[in-house]
């Protein structure tokens, strides 16, 4: 027995030992971040196309040789923006610029990242052995899990070439942020569940809902980058003259219309995910309490995310709602599932309080 509590502590040390050590290593894949985008500044041909596309094409004649004369075409015209809305932008060349310096310190980033990664899913299993339970049990294991699974999840995107480099300089300094508030103010010791949560759709309901968040959170970094490249091509269609550094910035992300379609897609794929967690919940607490649903704070906050979330996806489909109203609501729905994370856990008395804070 005191063979096994030596262990258990043991393996706790080492947990957190992991964790302070993929908070160093993530500090450098955040400067790493950083440097791709400082020094990948952009190629004389990419500023150059760039403003090709920017421009309206001259018109272009074609001479054809007919017999007995020469007959003359016009060049079909170009067309590079439409209506508002609906621009025909080519997306940036990315963080690194198109340059081989940038792209450099970007790769050094995303190895970083992957090093990183490793170090702190490392860090989440040993605190899962050293209760031998699920490492979900409150909000310290909650945050190492969903920063763990954030980073698992873009990293899974890079695998499947998925041109999504652009979110590495969010994504990590989220991470640096959410871990130092995890061992800062969230530290709690290893100990084993209290009796409601003590069963085995802990780990059915509780990875969903991590899981889902990591993925609304890719969805909103999108959604919000995607509102300012919009304002940006809105002010370059209207004449504007946004500055040297909006433009450095701005020019390297995807267009505003690859950035919304791929926040509708994460948010419109993970949605199911999201409502059977809230289904799964429902039935855990059917075995805990003896009912399905009780307004209890949690419940609620998870089916007016539910709600939140459902409307953008309407919205999406609804005309005069598409662009930026409808990302207004993805943005709403995500702010809900933080208040039902941070706000419920800390702030409100409820049967779900296992915050350990």
């Not at 932008?89 to 963080?95: C, H, K, L, T, Y």
């Not at 299993?125 to 969903?146: C, D, H, I, K």
């Not at 994370?341 to 800390?346: E, M, Q, R, T």
Request: contains cysteine; charged residues 15%; glycine residues 8%.
């Amino acid at each position: 027995m005191i063979l096994a509590a030596t262990t258990d502590e043991g393996l706790a040390q080492m947990s957190d030992l992991l964790v302070y050590s993929s908070m160093a290593v993530y500090t450098l894949a955040f400067f790493a971040h950083i440097a791709e985008w400082v020094f990948g500044s952009r190629s004389k041909v990419g500023r150059t196309a760039a403003a090709l596309t920017q421009q309206a094409p001259a018109a272009v004649t074609v001479q054809v040789k007919q017999a007995g004369g020469t007959a003359v075409l016009d060049r079909p015209k170009v067309v590079t923006r439409s209506a508002s809305g609906a621009r025909d932008v080519p997306d940036g060349p990315g963080a690194a610029g198109g340059t081989v310096k940038g792209d450099l310190y970007g790769r050094i980033a995303v190895s970083l990242t992957v090093l990183a990664f490793v170090i702190e899913a490392a860090g989440v299993v040993s605190r899962a052995l050293s209760v031998q339970r699920a490492p979900w049990g409150n909000m310290y294991e909650f945050s190492t899990t969903f920063s763990t699974v954030a980073v698992g999840a873009y990293l899974g995107f890079l695998l499947a070439k998925k041109n999504v480099r652009w979110i590495g300089l969010p994504l990590v300094t989220t991470v640096l942020l959410d871990l130092g508030m995890a061992v800062t103010w969230l530290k709690t010791p290893s100990d084993q569940l209290v009796p409601a949560l003590d069963s085995y759709w802990l780990w059915i309901h509780v990875s969903t809902a991590i899981f889902c968040g990591a993925v609304f959170y890719l969805g909103a970094v999108a959604t919000l980058l995607y509102l300012f490249r919009d304002s940006y091509e809105n002010k370059l269609a209207t004449g504007g003259n946004p500055g040297s550094f909006a433009r450095s910035v701005m020019e390297r992300l995807p267009s505003a219309a690859s950035l919304d379609k791929f926040s509708y897609r994460v948010n419109a794929a993970v949605f199911p995910l999201w409502t059977f967690t809230i289904i799964a919940g429902a039935i855990w607490a059917g075995d805990a309490w003896g009912r399905y649903w009780g307004w209890d704070a949690k419940e609620v906050w998870s089916f007016i995310t539910w709600v939140g979330y459902a409307a953008y996806l309407h919205a999406r489909a609804t005309a005069g709602w598409k662009g930026r109203k409808a990302a207004y609501i993805a943005l709403i729905a995500f702010a809900c599932f933080l208040f039902n994370y941070y706000g419920v856990n800390i702030f409100v008395s409820s049967k779900h309080s296992y915050a350990g804070v």
